[in-house]
Nanobody, 117 residues
């Protein structure tokens, strides 16, 4: 079974940077959208950024100008460059691939990002 494998999380001071990576353990086809969500303690999971197969991107207002999504649909990889991190960015970050065919979506296991001095 194909899985999404995330890496790059960790502890960083406010103002610092991290780069999250997500790669599929096997080949995934018919990807419409790749992206990142996050979930902070006691809060609902929320969209951070997504990128369509056509290259269009979308960002949550809270991360615009600080985070940049990139990736390669054919290589089944997606990245999230996070700059100027704030304590409120602390959360578990999940990558997701949305497909046009079953199973329609794959989720990663999550990687912890903690922003603290």
């Amino acid at each position: 079974q194909v899985r999404l494998l995330e890496s790059g999380g960790g502890l960083v001071q406010p103002g610092g940077s991290l780069r999250l990576s997500c790669a599929a353990s096997g080949s995934i086809f018919n990807i419409n959208t790749m992206g990142w969500y996050r979930q902070a303690p006691g809060k609902q999971r929320e969209l951070v950024s997504v990128m369509t197969s056509g290259g269009m991107t979308n960002y949550a207002d809270s991360v615009k100008g600080r985070f940049t999504i990139s990736g390669d649909n054919a290589k089944n990889t997606v990245y999230l460059q996070m700059n100027s991190l704030k304590p409120e960015d602390t959360a578990v970050y999940y990558c997701v691939f949305l497909l046009s065919v079953r199973p329609y979506e794959y989720w990663g296991q999550g990687t912890q990002v903690t922003v603290s001095s």
